[in-house]
C-alpha cells in the first residue's frame, strides 16, 4: 500500500526569530514579506538582505520559503516586478504569493521558472476561476475564506490534479471579503489592499441615532463600547481530515504580525495533528496558550454567523516568559527573557513535538551568579534551575 503524502505545513513568520520558531517546531514551509509588494508592509517585511538569510537556513533546514508580492499592484509598479522576480528565484524562492492579475502576468513573462501561488486576496471562489489562473501558469491557488469544504471539494473535483489547493487553518480572519476592505483606507488614510492596515475593524465602536447627535448608545453593555466589526478567530486543528479530504494540500496559519511564541505554540500543535502525535484535546489546550479571540471554523461548514463575537476581547490567560538559550544541564538552565516570571512560579517549556511541561522555579540568578527574586527586564540573560530534558529553543510559559 503506497504511504499517503501528508497535507503541507505552512506557517508564517515576520522576523527571522519567527523563520527559526517555524522551522524548529515542524513547519514545511515559511511564508513572508520582502521590501516590495507584500501585505503586511509596515511592520514584517524582509530586506534583501535578510530575505536571503531566511531563505539559507529555510533550505538548510529542507524546507520551502514561498515570499508574498500580494498588493493590488499600480502601473508604476508593475515594470519593477521582473527584477525583483528574478532576485527571488536567485535567492532559492520556491513560490510567490500574489494577488494582481497584471503582477501574475508580468512575473510569468519575466521569471518564467518562479512558482506562483494566487493568494486569497484574489478570492478564487470557483473551478472556472481556478482553470483560468492554471492556464496563466499559476502552480497554486490559495482559495477565498468564503468557501465551505463541500465547494472547495467542487472544485478540487473540476481542475487539473497537478493544479495546488491551500487553505487557511487556523489565525485571524477579516470581516471584509477575501481581506478586500476600505475601512482603514477611509477613516485613517492606510489602505489594506496595500500592506497598511490600520485594524479599524477593531476599534471600539458606539451607535448615534441621527436625530440625537452627541448621544452614544452601546450596542453590548461594556464600558469600552463594541467591536461589532471584529470577528472571531481561525482554528481548524479538530477538522485536518476533512480538509485533506476536500482536497486541500497545504494547510496555512495566518500570523505574519504574531510573536514567536505564537508561531512556535500553533505550528507545534498544528505539527502534532498532522502526525497524529497527540491527543486533540491536549493540542486544543495548546491553542489556549497564544493570545486569540475566541475561535471558530470561519466558512468552512456553512455558517457564516459564527464569525460574530459574542464576547468582547481576547483570551490572554498565559504569558510568553523566555526562551531557553541552551540545554538544561545539572539542573541549571541558561534562559533570555521576555516577561516577568519570579523565583516559586510553575514554568511550562514546550519543546518540538511535545506538549508543555511543568517545573517549578525555585532559584533565579544573573550572569555574575546573584540571586534574582524576580526577573521583570525583558531580553536579559538569566539562570534558572530547571529538569533536564529542556533544549534550546525551547519556549518557557507561564499561566497568568
Known amino acids: 500500500m503506497t504511504e499517503r503524502k501528508k497535507p503541507e505545513l505552512l506557517a508564517p513568520a515576520g522576523d527571522m526569530e519567527c523563520v527559526r520558531a517555524a522551522i524548529r517546531y515542524g513547519a514545511d514551509a515559511v511564508y513572508l514579506g520582502g521590501p516590495f509588494m507584500q501585505m503586511r508592509a509596515g511592520k514584517v517585511g524582509f530586506t534583501r538582505e535578510t530575505l536571503a538569510q531566511a531563505s539559507r537556513e529555510i533550505h538548510d533546514a529542507g524546507r520551502k520559503l514561498y515570499v508574498t508580492v500580494n498588493c493590488f499592484a499600480f502601473s508604476d509598479e508593475i515594470p519593477q516586478l521582473g527584477e525583483y522576480a528574478r532576485f527571488l528565484k536567485s535567492i532559492g524562492t520556491d513560490a510567490v504569493i500574489v494577488s494582481d492579475i497584471g503582477a501574475i502576468a508580468q512575473i510569468r513573462e519575466e521569471c518564467p521558472e518562479l512558482d506562483i501561488h494566487v493568494s486569497t486576496q484574489a478570492n478564487c471562489m470557483n473551478w472556472r476561476a481556478a482553470k483560468v489562473y492554471y492556464d496563466m501558469g499559476v502552480k497554486r491557488i490559495v482559495l477565498a475564506r468564503e468557501l465551505s469544504l463541500e465547494k472547495i471539494a467542487q472544485i478540487r473535483a473540476n481542475v487539473p490534479e497537478d493544479l495546488e489547493l491551500e487553505a487557511f487553518v487556523h489565525g485571524a480572519m477579516c470581516m471584509s471579503y477575501s481581506g478586500r476592505c476600505l475601512l482603514s483606507a477611509y477613516l485613517a488614510g492606510r489602505s489594506g489592499n496595500r500592506g497598511e492596515c490600520a485594524q479599524t475593524c477593531r476599534w471600539n465602536y458606539y451607535l448615534m441615532e441621527e436625530k440625537r447627535p452627541g448621544e452614544y448608545f452601546k450596542i453590548e453593555e461594556d464600558e469600552r463600547g463594541s467591536a461589532i466589526l471584529s470577528s472571531k478567530e481561525l482554528c481548524c486543528i479538530e477538522h485536518l481530515k476533512a480538509f485533506e479530504e476536500a482536497g486541500i494540500c497545504s494547510f496555512k496559519i495566518e500570523g505574519r504580525m504574531r510573536t514567536p511564541f505564537y508561531t512556535a505554540t500553533v505550528v507545534n500543535a498544528y505539527r502534532m ?48 516568559v523566555a526562551t531557553a538559550l541552551e540545554a538544561s544541564k545539572n539542573g541549571q538552565l541558561r534562559i533570555e527573557t521576555r516577561n516577568p516570571f519570579a523565583a516559586g512560579d510553575t514554568l511550562e517549556f514546550l519543546s518540538p513535538g511535545q506538549t508543555g511541561k511543568a517545573f517549578t522555579v525555585s532559584s533565579v540568578a544573573n550572569d555574575a551568579g546573584e540571586p534574582l527574586e524576580r526577573s521583570a527586564t525583558p531580553m536579559r540573560v538569566l539562570t534558572i534551575d530547571a529538569p533536564d530534558g529542556v533544549q534550546a529553543g525551547d519556549i518557557l510559559r507561564k499561566k497568568i
Open 273 to 320: 495533528a498532522i502526525d497524529e502525535a497527540a491527543p486533540m484535546d491536549l493540542l486544543r489546550k495548546e491553542l489556549d496558550t497564544v493570545s486569540h479571540r475566541p475561535f471558530c471554523t470561519g466558512f468552512y461548514f456553512g455558517d457564516p454567523s459564527q464569525l460574530i463575537p459574542d464576547t468582547e476581547g481576547y483570551v490572554r490567560d498565559w504569558l510568553f
